[in-house]
């Protein structure tokens, strides 16, 4: 695994959980972990239990006792790392957005295409797939519950930066980050509605906003703090973008992601309405799934609250009993279960590089729709 | 009052009770009601307590024992009526959207002003400003609680058309309604936030949508059959209108109207979120404000619950004790309330035509930008 | 009609209404008011649209151009007014709690069986069995949707006394009120679930509180004052009740009803679990019932949101479109209907006096079970 | 770990989880499992983590690798495991509840004081107590946030016996379990309401029920099946378990404990109502805490969606950014971690011993109520 943060710490939680909760193929073994810090990525190995740590992510892909690279650094290093970890033989994990321009995704894409060739495989880790709610969405969508797609309502709502002292990290900065909430939150939203629905976008028109121009430095030099020091520093990408689109066989889809709406803190919502039933779902109700059906008669009908942690249900197998939550670490459990049995059955786990790119380009589609008047953008 | 249809009937249960509810400054006598049809419309006099009633509109204006007229009749009629009866010195409170086109809309807004010059009142009929959870959403805005407004999130949902055997009516006719869901219910949010957040919109990018392009006729004869008799017909009007746009002060907003939200029956859906709070209102809980009072440490913070009977919300001093639920049409007893009250003291009711042509504007806006690409229009 | 105070006005309010929602067999008049103070009971009658007051119940009664008699006053007051109204041929409509002793109760029930046999009707006026929501629900048990019963879990929580320096009223006297939560609030949610279910309680055990057992006296004369003038007063009424029973055909029921519930303003809650379904319901979201139908697979499964709001739901013809909320007074404007359309058709009206003393009996079993250490009371 | 079923496997995620989440005083090495079945305890080590198995607890008692044990087995075996655990000089966490009579939990709590007094730590796993929103509430009524207690309205509802054919399980064995729903799910919200409160039941009245009196026999002979082999067995525990009680420092409490609450999967639910407060938590809700500050003016109050995820809640310091759910196993990882810090400080782990024996106290007297025409029985 190649970074330690946020997405490093539950990254290694899931890595030591899914042999225990599933039948899997291998034994997991957590070889090795890297950052360039020695001492934060050893104490790193230590907390996560890492079993050794190597400061050059080259090293780290060169072991011989790794055979898969989980890759969760900012995304400017995932083409380097996952294309190299590819060449070598390795499958490879990225954390999203894939990339952060087209042009490094489909890079991405195309070693991940070549490798694949080689029996060597990769996923990008959309994690929200593997919520069991949206995993369950999904299979309702699929056999025709909701019948003809005619609107999706997507929102990704958190406000961790409405406070304008809120200090720069590298999130806010467009050479490591790539773009704000629209590479970071909208990405995911954009990824669960194709998913879900099971089409892609073929169009998008949308804006950007930046509320707050610049911020404090923390001064830092951790890895989640922004490059130039102490003082102020700007803020280079979005706070908050929305945008619609259409979704190639039809249908409407709005979306909004933001960090500035006040109160909600990771409200990842979605909301599908087709010809025969509708879904509605949010993260922070994240074992909660609203279905209706409308074959049933109006006097009755209504939105029903499925607590989606029966045995039957995606995932659940490994699980408590019926009304125990499961949390947000549990995405990424039932992410690398699912890696590890295309692995082991010779399938391209699933979402591919090809679909984070095809993410990414709606992304970059929003971002010239943005520079454009707001204008329409085939995607 | 013109009109006897749905509006009609709630409209006359507002008169007969605003009077009993309210201290006002006049006594209110229902005195006559128009119609086209003379069974019907008399039948709809007794049934809805008017006095007497007539078929031509022009002999409801003259009678001099009417001081008020309330325009009830769809779209396309809304200008010649509101404007004859301005002329002959009746008050006039007008059904929402105030007209089909920006250019009705502005003679409507130009005969008004002239009229409140010779101390003749009007008001165009956005009931929803008078749900008081609103009106003391507006109160909190108002003084400051939410702070600088970010984001403004609005939809209002319906799913009465997701049945393609659904019967066309004229609201699904554009020479008699003007446009679909955007004037009909876009304009509801589209004046409910901009009521709210003080403030209008300066510009727009949005796309229509007409799922289902030709419906059945029901070969009635009725107020709300569509002209043409039996057979099929086309639906001439958007199904669904989706658009974001910027406040004239900043602040992003996206709205999202439609009659093809399977499972939700009124959902008219405001979220504010602003620097320093935040608000979220769902009709379908009309009584309902969740309130983020961002002042308050985050351990204990999390949106309120308002439930906005208490006898200092606004109107609910006429009402019952806390808790008690009010219903939609208590929103038309405010509404007319507050139009005799402003009549008696002499000011100029709100909202005036001129809002009512700013609305228009906006949806002319949207119209505009779907025409155009989805590119942003200034409005 | 006799009181006119909270009670009076709401009563008022659908006295008005219910001729023009509904078809009714008769006209109503609403002929004259009745109360002891000639001033306020004139001001009422004007506030409230009736033709004429009278300061005398006798006189009231009396009256020629009376056929129907609203009993709004305080318990202690009930049985004489409505013994002598059924006694002059008039029909009675009563407020709940029938009365404040079993004793009365059973006089007015013999009373009424008595007046019924010669055509005069009478009714205890329960107005929760019109909420929508709940009728809707009493016809899903009916229609065996729920099974064999299991339990009922019924609250009624209310808060308007938490703060002790709120006044002594006639509510918080013994002598007047009979009781205090018990037969103001416990009463509804016995009779609720006694109609929903569709059975009568065995048996009961339980205990009353008296939280705050003196309060300041407001020295006010009016009808909701307390006796005793200015100082401090005593409470002589449980502030809260709590109890168990048992349903004559099987099944467990809790009741707790209070008016401590500090936050909870008229959460009126009824939640029924039966062997192949289940229902709960909170007044303060009166147009929603939330229904679970066990026929269902588990895993797409849940309590569904019904919006009690569909033209096909009990009384909902005479109203709104689907999602347009109705509010608390539409359940007495119902309530109107089915007495008038009872009394019409020669039909005895639901609930009957008798009704009323069968609830009368458990509250008094209540009391008992109190003062005995909580042992099973039978009814 | 002795035990290896559904608690057994929780346990063991929480075990594996806790040295990685938080700083701890110690490293947690799994060291051995047990378990009768030679085959499925190997099978359960394997799978679980752990590094050896024991078929006889004893032997599991004796090994020198084993500091802790940790007791997941039946009721009836709690008593035995747990003395000769603390004799042996092991600290011992017992699950709940803790023992299935008075006389062996008292002689468990008699137990631990001699324990104690020798530095042997033993704690009783209310592992509730470990959900940081009701560590949270507790914190805010120990501050006085909701004054004086009024009202506890707690109840636990679940439906897996819902269907009759359900087969017979350990759980619904008195001579295995105890009792049924009482000491399985009515001693955690009975727990829950002291542990939150700061209070103790004084007394109680109530009522038990068995509504399905046979069961199939699934003639299995796994940990989880019925004595008894094939056919149809009894059950001999209550099903549902209704009964209310005193505070010791005043305030009236209720009680529902269902295994037939159709439609709920785990609603362990708690209310609690003070002269300044009020707080509402749903387990299957599990990150919100709902909160009333009756501090705050009346129109702008009402219930806060507190989402306890915030680093400054309890134990969320471990764990993920604001808005990010953890799951029920979260509980027992938190309880462990308060185990080891508690050990290594010398301090007695909470709810110790004598507190489990307080709890069944409360359910022995309900039990003696039950049997008694549900009269008053004192704690």
Known sequence: MVGYAFMGAVHSQAWRTVGHAFDLPFDVRMAAIGGRDPVAVKEAADRHGWAAFETDWRELI????????????????????AIAALEAGKHVICEKPLANSVEEAAAMAAAATEAAARGVRSMVAFNY????????????????RLGTLRHV???????????????????MQKER?????????????????????????????????????????????????ASGGA?????????????????????????????FATGRKNAMQLE??????????DFERMNELLFFDGSLPDTENGYRRVLVTESDHPYLEAWWPPGHPLGYEHTFTHEFRDFLVAVSSGDDPSPSFADGLQVQKVLSAVSESAENGSGWVEV
Chains 1, 2, 3, 4 share one sequence.
């Open 231 to 259: 003082g102020v520093g700007d803020v280079t990408v979005d706070d908050a973008a929305v945008f619609f689109g259409r979704f190639a066989g039809g249908g409407l889809a709005t979306f909004e992601a933001t960090r």
């Open 62 to 81: 060169a072991r011989d006792d790794v055979s898969i690279v989980d890759v969760c650094t900012p995304g400017d290093t995932h083409a380097a790392i």
């Open 129 to 144: 797939r593997r919520v069991p709610a949206l995993a369950y969405a999904r299979s309702l969508v699929e056999s025709g």
């Open 153 to 171: 309502r997507a929102a990704y709502q958190q406000d961790w930066l409405v406070d304008p002292s809120a200090p720069l990290t590298w999130r």
């Open 177 to 225: 980050a790539g773009s704000g909430a629209l590479g970071d939150i909208a990405a995911h939203i954009v990824d669960a509605a194709q998913f879900v629905v099971g089409d892609v976008l073929a169009g998008v028109s949308g804006t950007l906003e930046t509320f707050v121009r610049s911020r404090p430095l923390s001064g830092g030099s951790g890895l989640s703090a």
């Open 272 to 281: 599908i309405y087709g010809s025969s039933g509708g879904i509605r779902f």
